[in-house]
């Protein structure tokens, strides 16, 4: 359909929701900038960043109510589910905090649901909003899903390598939380005894944050772990290009989102 205008206010809805998460997730993680700026418990405090966090999530519920046509019922539904996926997600990954044993599988079921399912989630209610055939809703869902996998694995990766000045944020702040990111977890997998040793040593006896981030830098590089979530994030987009390129769509219409995809696959924020 051309009138895209008519589905906007669901978009905006589900954006909403997606800067809500951010919000209570900054409060969690303790965390000082977000995209370049002070976060909202850092800028104002903590009352502050929940309530309006809180706020953000039934505007969001009001804006995807208002689409008001296809089947935003199905619609509503869906982010309904996805939004309870992603708080299991977060659960898991504070969980993981604690877990000395996490493995790359229980990872990417992590990332999964606290990433992937609400850009999963924004491209089938849009078909379902448009009245799209059920089969090309799901396989948007399915391209989704892949394509937010690499998307949080880019993040871990930019962590690491990214530019501050462009990330938005400090680098080796996963490091600094000894987070289990899929950089730390197959370092572990990838090292020997000694290198598990320094690991060890630099994520819980080293205080001064430029040595730590250094130091487990230099064992990255030295295990090949960059060159190794580089290939998983290209193998991730080459199975959603194989999804895309099964859907019911005039090929110059669907490329739009396409172009989307590769700009997150190569984006450097």
Request: glycine content about 6%; aromatic content about 8%.
């Amino acid at each position: 359909r051309e009138d895209y205008l008519r589905a906007l206010s669901a978009a905006v809805g589900i954006e909403m929701y997606h800067n809500h998460t951010l919000v209570h997730d900054d409060v969690m993680d303790r965390a000082d900038m977000r995209r370049g700026r002070e976060t909202v418990h850092q800028k104002w405090d903590d009352n502050t960043a929940i309530l309006s966090g809180d706020t953000m999530l039934l505007l969001a519920y009001k804006l995807i109510s208002s689409a008001g046509i296809g089947r935003w019922h199905e619609a509503l539904r869906l982010f309904t589910n996805s939004a309870i996926e992603i708080c299991e997600g977060q659960q898991y990954d504070v969980d993981f905090e604690q877990d000395t044993h996490v493995t790359e599988a229980e990872y990417i079921e992590m990332i999964r649901l606290k990433t992937s399912v609400l850009l999963a989630c924004a491209l089938k209610a849009g078909a379902l909003i448009a009245d799209a055939p059920e089969e090309d809703c799901e396989q948007l869902y399915q391209f989704g899903e892949k394509i937010g996998l690499a998307f949080q694995l880019q993040d871990d990766y930019l962590d690491c390598y990214g530019d501050p000045a462009v990330f938005g944020k400090q680098i080796g702040g996963d490091i600094c939380c000894a987070k289990k990111t899929f950089m730390l977890i197959n370092a572990f997998n990838r090292a020997n005894d000694a290198q598990k040793a320094e690991l060890n040593r630099l994520l819980n006896d080293v205080d001064e944050r430029e040595e730590k981030v250094a130091g487990v830098l230099a064992l990255y590089d030295e295990l090949e772990i960059p060159a190794l979530c580089r290939e998983r994030m290209e193998t991730l987009y080459a199975e959603a290009r194989r999804i895309f390129d099964s859907l019911s769509i005039d090929a110059e219409r669907k490329q739009p989102l396409w172009n989307y995809a590769e700009k997150l696959l190569n984006r450097k924020k």
